[in-house]
């Protein structure tokens, strides 16, 4: 079973970063993406970004390409997303998850697991 914990979000002004972690206990089955989705207020989660843990290939949503960078670490063991130059439009709850292949990385139902919600919020 795998479990992600994931941490880091906070109240930000615009222009501002943040940096999200994502720990992950993984068991005897292995997962070999993990991703983040977020949830602003009165929408649909979505997909911002996901990594491919084994070769590191990064797959970004349009809003957040050259402003948001997903990493691992090489433990293979914790994940982030920095991001950066923070508009009010990136303000909801992001949450961390994981799945085992590198395919329909947008829909929210091909991923198995996920860890609880951490608030970001980009406000004056």
């Known amino acids: 079973q795998v479990q992600l914990v994931g941490s880091g979000g906070g109240l930000v002004r615009p222009g501002d970063s943040l940096r999200l972690s994502c720990a992950a206990f993984r068991g005897p089955f292995s997962t070999r993406v993990m991703g983040w989705f977020r949830q602003a207020p009165g929408k649909e989660r979505e997909f911002v970004a996901a990594i491919d843990w084994y070769t590191g290939e990064a797959k970004y949503t349009d809003s957040v390409k050259g402003r948001f960078t997903i990493s691992r670490n090489d433990g293979g063991n914790a994940g982030y997303l920095q991001m950066s130059a923070l508009i009010p439009e990136d303000t909801a709850i992001y949450s961390c998850?994981?799945?085992?292949?590198?395919?329909?990385?947008?829909?929210?139902?091909?991923?198995?697991?996920w860890g609880q919600g951490t608030q970001v919020t980009v406000s004056l």
């Open positions: 998850a994981a799945k085992p292949f590198w395919r329909n990385l947008d829909a929210p139902l091909e991923w198995p697991y």
